[in-house]
């Protein structure tokens, strides 16, 4: 039986849809006669972006199963469905209403994982009259002081060092004072192909059926949401933390052993290989980073997987992954408008249909519109690659990868986009622009079998667009990246270009811009 809500309401914890874990730091004092929980799904969280149906669908899935889970709990919960008739749109007026009609004594909530977010909620307690507690999010392994205290007095915060503290803190794959294998990076090891064969002994995965919630959830999106891109005829992702769980184990037992050898590597219609597609639910909190680590670092003491494949994926969670994080509040807000290359194309209109004749950018991008997903690589060194050397803005980019992947949360979207895939904060994250020729997928992939470009060639109608813009970025930013120790090998290359090459390159460049590829 619901819970009724309290007459009057001491706290009001607003949990977001990004916070979907029992035990939640606003939920340890919850007194089950006095408080009750806030959610709200709104329209508003899927157009400030134009978000996908798979990304939507995901979140309000994850969210109306928390809420059964609360309620079964016997949890006061005050929610609003997306169709509700007294939706008000958004989070700020939801919020609003709900302190008008129930004046609770506080609100108290999670700190948020987006900026805009935290200031949203200040402004309309603030305005209501209603004291308001932000709670440290006890889901991270690095708080923001932590990572302050490791960036205060660095010239560059590389990941790599911060890792290493991480690794040492928390005694993950250490022997005493040293790293297991006696190396703290084993990626030199992760960079294979499949080769012209192809991979072979791919995990079937495990598909989650839609229940009854989710099928609901799926036909309020396609109603309400109609025009947004994507297709839910596919959807299967994992929406409750058994489901969760479930997932991991299956990543830990089928696919670790293969993940570092081949986490790189790229192949038609194989959308998901050895990767771990728990990345979502990471960020909706259905697991924590620690029941992660010790799972796959347990994989390693068994025997079950080589240090080279338990490394790489641990370095993703416990390194990248914090890491991120930390960047994104010790810059924001000002990071969002970082545009060091000073990027100013408008994104290719490609990027929503997948109707390109370049067949790596189709590939990647129909894979995204279908699942809500694309592995770390299809993400840097196609869609991201294409992006930064045909100079889009970083704010049109990122909003696109926030818009079509069911992991995207923008404190960990936004440092991965505009930092690592854009370069646009000018050497923050990345110590050199991610750039390369046709050729680096053509070796990565099986794409360029299927394509009608040649990533050998950089200039005439055989040229592969990737080839003549990777020049083109060169010619374009060569006096900015000149004393960039990283990239003097490329830079040299360039200038052993012809003029006439040059211009060649330079007007192909101008034609591809021009045209819809």
């Known amino acids: 039986m619901k819970k009724k809500l309290p007459q009057d309401i001491r706290n009001l914890i607003v949990v977001l849809g990004d916070q979907l874990n029992t035990d939640s730091a606003a939920l340890r004092d919850f007194d089950k006669d006095q408080d009750a929980v806030w ?3 709104v329209a508003s969280e899927s157009t400030y972006v134009w978000s996908s149906k798979i990304r939507t669908a995901l979140f309000l899935s994850a969210m109306r199963h928390f809420r059964k889970e609360l309620e079964d709990q016997q949890y006061s919960v005050l929610y609003t469905e997306l169709d509700a008739k007294d939706n008000k749109g ?32 200040e402004k309309v307690c603030t ?6 507690e932000f709670v440290e999010d006890a889901h991270f392994l690095a708080s923001h002081e932590d990572f302050a205290r490791h960036a205060e007095g660095r010239k560059q915060l590389r990941m790599e060092f911060f890792y290493r503290e991480m690794r040492k803190r928390y005694n993950v794959l250490m022997n005493g004072d040293k790293p297991v294998g006696d190396n703290w990076n084993f990626d030199a090891s992760n960079r294979k192909s499949f080769g012209k064969s192809g991979p072979s002994g791919v995990p079937e995965r495990r598909l989650f059926k839609p229940d009854t919630i989710t099928q609901d959830v799926i036909q309020c999106v396609n109603d309400l949401l109609a025009d947004h891109p994507g297709d839910l005829s596919n959807f299967s992702w994992p929406v409750t933390r058994k489901q969760a769980l479930q997932a991991l184990n ?3 037992q089928d696919c670790l052993p293969d993940f570092g050898t081949y986490q790189d590597a790229m192949w038609t219609d194989e959308p998901f290989l050895y990767h771990s597609l728990i990345a979502a639910c990471l960020n909706l909190k259905l697991l924590h ?8 670092e347990k994989a390693f003491q068994t025997g079950d997987a080589p240090i080279e494949a338990v490394e790489g994926f641990i370095r993703q969670i416990l390194g990248w992954r914090e890491y991120v ?38 590939a990647c991008i129909s894979q995204t519109l279908q699942w809500g997903y694309a592995h770390h690589i299809q993400r840097l060194m196609v869609t991201g690659l294409f992006s930064l050397l045909y100079g889009v803005n970083p704010k049109e980019i990122h909003a696109w990868y926030l818009a079509v992947y069911v992991d995207a949360v923008e404190w960990v979207e936004l440092p991965n986009t505009l930092g690592m895939s854009q370069y646009g904060d000018g050497g923050i994250m990345a110590s050199k622009p991610y750039v390369a020729t046709g050729k680096y997928i053509q070796r990565m992939s099986n794409y360029c079998q299927h394509c009608q470009y040649d ?13 003549t813009l990777y ?26 270009l012809q003029g006439d090459k040059k211009k060649a390159i330079q007007q192909r460049a101008r034609a591809l811009r021009s045209q819809a590829i």
């Not at 958004?90 to 008008?100: A, F, N, R, V």
């Not at 305005?127 to 308001?132: E, G, L």
Request: hydrophobic content about 40%; proline content about 6%.
């Open 39 to 41: 959610m709200a799904e």
């Open 90 to 121: 958004s989070l700020d007026k939801q919020l609003k209403h709900t302190l008008s009609v129930h004046q609770p004594q506080a609100v108290k909530l999670v700190e948020p994982g987006e900026y805009r977010l935290q200031a949203v909620f």
């Open 127 to 132: 305005q209501s009259k209603i004291p308001i």
């Open 250 to 252: 299956d990543f830990i």
């Open 289 to 296: 980073p620690r029941e992660v680590i010790e799972a796959a």
């Open 325 to 362: 994080r930390g960047i994104y509040w010790l810059y924001m807000p000002d990071y969002l408008e970082q545009n060091a290359l000073e990027a100013k194309e408008a994104l290719p209109d490609f990027y929503w249909t997948g109707n390109t004749s370049m067949y790596c950018m189709q």
């Open 455 to 467: 990533p050998a060639e950089s200039v005439g109608d055989k040229a592969c667009p990737f080839t």
């Open 471 to 496: 020049w083109d970025f060169l010619i374009r930013h060569e006096n900015k990246l000149q004393n960039n120790n990283r990239m003097r090998m490329q830079l040299r290359n360039l200038q052993r």
